[in-house]
T-cell receptor, first 113, second 115 residues
Framework: GQQLNQSPQSMFIQEGEDVSMNCTSS?????WLWYKQDPGEGPVLLIA?????ELTSNGRLTAQFGITRKDSFLNISASIPSDVGIYFC?????????????FGKGTKLSVKP | GAGVSQSPSNKVTEKGKDVELRCDPI?????LYWYRQSLGQGLEFLIY????????KSGLPSDRFSAERTGGSVSTLTIQRTQQEDSAVYLC?????????????FGPGTRLTVL
């Protein structure tokens, strides 16, 4: 079945640093979504991508829909403490436009001690 | 406006007991989804409802899991004869419609612990 592989699994950030994470798939997706989950909360949608090659920003966050349609990248510039959390990529399950999503296992962002 | 709410926020039960988890979607959203999130894992799709159509149960892991949605609004996820591997956070989401372009809004989840 479809799988989304996220990397890195975890990373430590120092305030002000830029952060990059990516997500790859064994099959083509026509939509890529990036969610953030804070402890004890449900995921919240950050950025949605609908077209190969699309580059979309949301404040300090920028995400790109890979031209192969099998990958996506999320960058966070000038990180701040509230960026800590788990970031998930997601795409439509079933290979079509159905709404149920499949998720990667997440990239956990923590602050450097 | 109110977001998706779920109850209880935490549930501890003994192996073999039945549990019911409740989800109140955003008013007016016709699509409702249940997902399961095991420790350190991503979200796993369980079941989906769209209006009055038959639910998509393709993600349910076993016949011990069932869900209903009454009146096109509130949904209940029932797990019968719970097992320790059922321990997870159960998340509910709703969207205006069931398409990949409609944002899914998630509730805070119910953390289920089976002893």
């Amino acid at each position: 079945g479809q799988q989304l592989n996220q990397s890195p699994q975890s990373m430590f950030i120092q305030e002000g640093e830029d952060v990059s994470m990516n997500c790859t798939s064994s099959s083509i997706f026509n939509t890529w979504l990036w969610y953030k989950q804070d402890p004890g909360e449900g995921p919240v949608l950050l950025i949605a991508l609908y077209k190969a090659g699309e580059l979309t920003s949301n404040g300090r966050l920028t995400a790109q829909f890979g031209i192969t349609r099998k990958d996506s990248f999320l960058n966070i510039s000038a990180s701040i403490p509230s960026d800590v959390g788990i970031y998930f990529c997601a795409g439509p399950g079933g290979g079509g436009s159905q709404g149920n999503l499949i998720f990667g296992k997440g990239t956990k962002l923590s602050v450097k001690p | 406006g109110a977001g998706v709410s779920q109850s209880p926020s935490n549930k501890v039960t003994e192996k073999g007991k039945d549990v019911e988890l409740r989800c109140d979607p955003i008013s007016g959203h016709t699509a409702l989804y249940w997902y399961r999130q095991s420790l350190g894992q991503g979200l796993e799709f369980l079941i989906y409802f769209q209006g009055n159509s038959a639910p998509d149960k393709s993600g349910l892991p076993s016949d011990r899991f069932s869900a209903e949605r009454t009146g096109g609004s509130v949904s209940t996820l029932t797990i019968q004869r719970t097992q320790q591997e059922d321990s997870a956070v159960y998340l509910c989401a709703s969207s205006r419609r069931r398409t990949s372009t409609d944002t899914q809004y998630f509730g805070p989840g119910t953390r289920l612990t089976v002893l």
